[in-house]
């Protein structure tokens, strides 16, 4: 079950040509389990059909403040209490100013007058309009109300402008609503999370690594970051993007991870080591390409180090370090092996991978079967989860920690 599993999200279209983008956005809240109920404006209308939104939503979609097949129901109180979040995208600089002067002259305006839950605002408009000081001093307003605002995009616009004020993409609107719907429990942590395999190269094409693609160390960064934290992300060569709102560090090699992981320490509460580092690398890495036949068929290593085993002894040294996460991606005997780690690198936690089952698990897979294994000797067996799901449940037993 995710955080978005049977929650209630009204979604509010204001009058922008980007009102045909938020079409998608539904279909992607109902993929993942949110049940969602669309409000237009009168311009919104203009630019998207209703019945597209209604067919998209599964939900009948509401545009005037008085219900003609209900009278008896008074559609703005109940639609904003019947709602676990108000979603307003695209948000047009008119809603935007009739949100900040508390106006109620239309069923969206007046919703949200009459909603206590929480409110995103994804604006989107010309560039001009959105940088103009009037809208600028109305976002301030609502920001000070306590509406979250998601930031435009910077870019092309419809109308050949180019510029910030276009409607920003699902996944920092996604990210947005998960961190409404998060618990807030790792506020006051600053999250240190390695990613993503290394390479150590022999020659400048070639190089040793393995087939980690960052998707479980990125999965806890988007999620630490729901949950509240202050994150940092060191990541190896990945194809993926770090998630809104965290600092990403790019790095190739083990000793380059190494470096940053150190640089970071001083500020850091807690760390995690979900990169899958080579143990070795190229004794002489060559200047230019071997040339076939001309190498000998061995390639001479030296062990790289040990980033967490390091950390692991440091801590022993030192009452006040950071809680240590460490990975043990095994392909048999996985736990006394998870466990041996526990204890060899001096962790708090261990989070023990069982690679060689099924394809659902491990390197590359959207979804992972992970157990934990804590300080205390605690242990939890977390069942096939996506990889998203699986970091909240590595984040609860970080907070049980924490905890004491
Ligand atoms: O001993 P092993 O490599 O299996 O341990 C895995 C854990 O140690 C992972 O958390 C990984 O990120 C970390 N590690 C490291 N530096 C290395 C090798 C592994 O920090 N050189």
């Known amino acids: 079950m995710s955080l978005l599993t049977d929650k209630k999200i009204l979604l509010g279209i204001t009058g922008s040509i980007a009102a045909y983008k938020v079409a998608d956005w539904v279909r992607a809240l109902r993929r993942e389990g949110c049940q969602v109920t669309v409000v237009m404006t009168e311009a919104a209308c203009r630019f998207i059909s209703p019945l597209t939104m209604a067919a998209l939503s599964g939900n ?118 998960l961190t409404a719907f998060a618990p807030q429990d790792l506020a006051d942590e600053q999250v240190l999370i390695t990613a993503g395999p290394t390479r150590e ?55 380059e991870m190494q470096a940053q992981v150190m640089a970071c320490l001083e500020a850091t509460t807690i760390v995690v080591k979900a990169a899958a580092v080579s143990d070795y690398r190229p004794a002489e890495p060559q200047p230019h390409k071997v040339k076939k036949g001309e190498a000998a068929l061995s390639l001479p290593l030296v062990a790289n180090p040990d980033i967490l085993k390091e950390l692991g002894k440091r801590k022993r040294d030192s009452a006040k370090f950071p809680l240590l996460i460490g990975f043990a991606a095994e392909s ?31 390197f590359g897979a959207d979804t992972n079967r992970v157990t934990l294994l804590d300080r205390n000797g605690a242990q939890e067996d977390v069942p096939l989860l996506s990889k998203e799901e699986t970091a909240h449940r590595i984040w609860d037993a970080v907070a049980r920690l924490i905890d004491g």
């Open 60 to 177: 009948p979609v509401h545009t005037g403040m008085f219900s003609a097949e209900a009278p008896e129901t008074i559609p703005h109180i109940s639609l904003a209490k019947e709602h676990d979040l108000l979603l307003i995208a695209p948000a047009s600089a008119q809603t935007i100013a009739r949100l900040a002067h508390g106006l109620a002259d239309n069923l969206l305006a007046t919703i949200a007058l009459a909603s206590s839950g929480p409110i995103l605002v994804c604006p989107a408009m010309n560039s001009v309009m959105f940088q103009h000081p009037a809208t600028q001093a109305n976002l301030a307003i609502i920001r000070s109300y306590g509406y979250q605002v998601i930031e435009p995009d910077c870019g092309k616009m419809a109308c050949g402008d180019e510029g910030p004020g276009r409607l920003t993409e699902w996944e920092n609107a996604r990210q947005a609503i």
């Open 201 to 255: 190269s022999f020659d400048p094409v070639r190089f040793l690594s393995n087939p980690s693609t960052g998707k479980m160390g990125y999965a806890l960064a988007a999620t630490a970051r729901q949950r509240g934290a202050t994150v940092t992300l060191i990541s190896g060569p990945t194809g993926l993007t770090a998630p809104p709102g965290v600092r990403c560090i790019h790095v190739t090699t083990a000793v």
């Open 332 to 362: 048999r005997d996985h736990l006394t092996e998870g466990a041996r780690k526990l204890q060899e690198k001096n962790l708090d936690l261990i989070v023990v991978n069982d690679i060689g089952g099924t394809e659902e698990t491990g």
